[in-house]
């Protein structure tokens, strides 16, 4: 009996000591994970922007008369060019815009210094040429965009090119 008795304390003890070392193991283990892994994961500002993002509301909601940042710059650009925008020189604008047609006579265009072509249009008068290039029109021959399609041009610039494209005619 007093040696099942002795047994049962050393086996005791033993489980003891393997039972508190395994506590103390975990308790190290995570100390050490607290300490690692909150430096160099949840603190780190790469995972902090993550988690920003992934939270972040889907929607914004702005008051009439607030901006966002990023909406100002772009009412700003959306008015700038305007006065910013250096005009076309006629040739500029007729390479740029009326040489695709009227550089070939495509669709019946009028060919740049083809005088015969031109005569009988120039005799129209000025006025009638730059209402025509300026708001389009169809003529006997074909169709004539307004502005050759490029409505980005101003009324000066196409003017500008139908006179450039007169000169040339004559
Ligand atoms: C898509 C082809 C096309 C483009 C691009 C084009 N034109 Fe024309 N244009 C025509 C055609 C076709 C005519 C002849 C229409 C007719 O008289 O039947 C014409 C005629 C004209 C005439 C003569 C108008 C008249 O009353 O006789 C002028 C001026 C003219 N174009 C200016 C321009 C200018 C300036 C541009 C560039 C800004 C331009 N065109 C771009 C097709 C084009």
């Known amino acids: 009996m007093s040696r099942d008795q002795k047994f049962f304390d050393i086996y005791s003890l033993v489980i003891g000591i393997l039972a508190a070392f395994a506590l103390a193991i975990l308790v190290l283990a995570m100390k050490i994970s607290d300490l690692k892994q909150g430096v160099y994961t949840r603190d780190t500002a790469e995972y902090q922007a993550q988690v920003t993002a992934r939270i972040r509301p889907l929607g ?30 006629g040739p500029q604008v007729y390479n740029s815009a009326c040489l695709a047609c009227h550089g070939a006579g495509i669709g019946g265009a009028p060919i740049l210094g083809d005088a015969a072509a031109w005569a009988p249009r120039i005799t129209q008068g000025a006025d009638v040429l730059k209402d025509h290039a300026i708001n389009g029109y ?20 196409v003017a500008d090119a139908v006179e450039y494209m007169v000169s040339e005619a004559q």
């Open 60 to 89: 914004q909601i702005y008051l009439p008369g607030e901006q966002t940042e990023a909406s100002a710059p772009t009412i700003e650009t959306a008015v700038e060019p305007k006065p910013v925008a250096t005009a076309l020189s």
């Open 138 to 157: 169809t003529g006997q021959v074909g169709y004539m965009p307004a502005k050759g399609g490029r409505i980005d041009l101003s009324d000066e610039e």
